[in-house]
T-cell receptor, first 111, second 116 residues
Framework: SQQGEEDPQALSIQEGENATMNCSYK?????LQWYRQNSGRGLVHLIL?????REKHSGRLRVTLDTSKKSSSLLITASRAADTASYFC???????????FGTGTSLTVIP | DTEVTQTPKHLVMGMTNKKSLKCEQH?????MYWYKQKAKKPPELMFV???????INESVPSRFSPECPNSSLLNLHLHALQPEDSALYLC???????????????FGNGTRLTVT
């Protein structure tokens, strides 16, 4: 499978704590994106990082990319109950014709 | 609320029925996608339309038939489905086909399909 692998599969934290989730992938990529999915809803794009970038910030989100290790991490700082959702990384390969989603991390933020 | 609208939100159909899922976007996006998502799994790509032409079919069974009547609309026609086809069907669009740019996907909220 060309899917990325995410870990942990599930994460439960207290409100105000930071949440970190990791994504590993297999092929060379053009860019990597992170999406959030609330239960029973569609996915929402959070942030995109290009292959020539190492770190990117957006509000409480921080994404890093290490192309040598084929891995990325998403950090959510000062988590809120509303951050409870599933988070997916998605890779756009340099070649091929797929848009690959990782296996996902289910985040629960306890108020 | 999303800018990609999918109807219906829920659909229950028998294995002999014919039904259609609809998707609409008015963002001027030129690429549209159908994904299938099972519970606690990532979305799986089914079809990609690029400039209203089918560009990718991920070996989807012929009981699923996509149609793109114009750049704003995408349909998925369903016929003789199996119970294992029950899933959340997601439509997405992007400004340009992802191979040509760094366009993120915009998703609808999906149609929850149950095949009995």
């Amino acid at each position: 499978s060309q899917q990325g692998e995410e870990d942990p599969q599930a994460l439960s934290i207290q409100e105000g704590e930071n949440a970190t989730m990791n994504c590993s992938y297999k092929t060379s990529i053009n860019n990597l994106q992170w999406y959030r999915q609330n239960s029973g809803r569609g996915l929402v794009h959070l942030i995109l990082i290009r292959s020539n970038e190492r770190e990117k910030h957006s509000g409480r989100l921080r994404v890093t990319l290490d192309t040598s290790k084929k891995s990325s991490s998403l950090l959510i700082t000062a988590s809120r109950a509303a951050d409870t959702a599933s988070y997916f990384c998605a890779t756009v390969p340099n070649t091929g014709n797929q848009f690959y989603f990782g296996t996902g991390t289910s985040l629960t933020v306890i108020p | 609320d999303t800018e990609v609208t999918q109807t219906p939100k829920h659909l229950v159909m028998g294995m002999t029925n014919k039904k259609s899922l609809k998707c609409e976007q008015h963002m001027g996006h030129r690429a549209m996608y159908w994904y299938k998502q099972k519970a606690k799994k990532p979305p799986e790509l089914m079809f990609v339309y690029s400039y209203e032409k089918l560009s990718i079919n991920e070996s989807v069974p012929s009981r699923f038939s996509p149609e793109c009547p114009n750049s704003s609309l995408l349909n998925l026609h369903l016929h003789a489905l199996q119970p294992e086809d029950s899933a959340l069907y997601l439509c997405a669009s992007s400004q340009a086909p992802w191979r040509m740019s760094n366009s993120p996907l915009h998703f609808g909220n999906g149609t929850r399909l149950t095949v009995t």
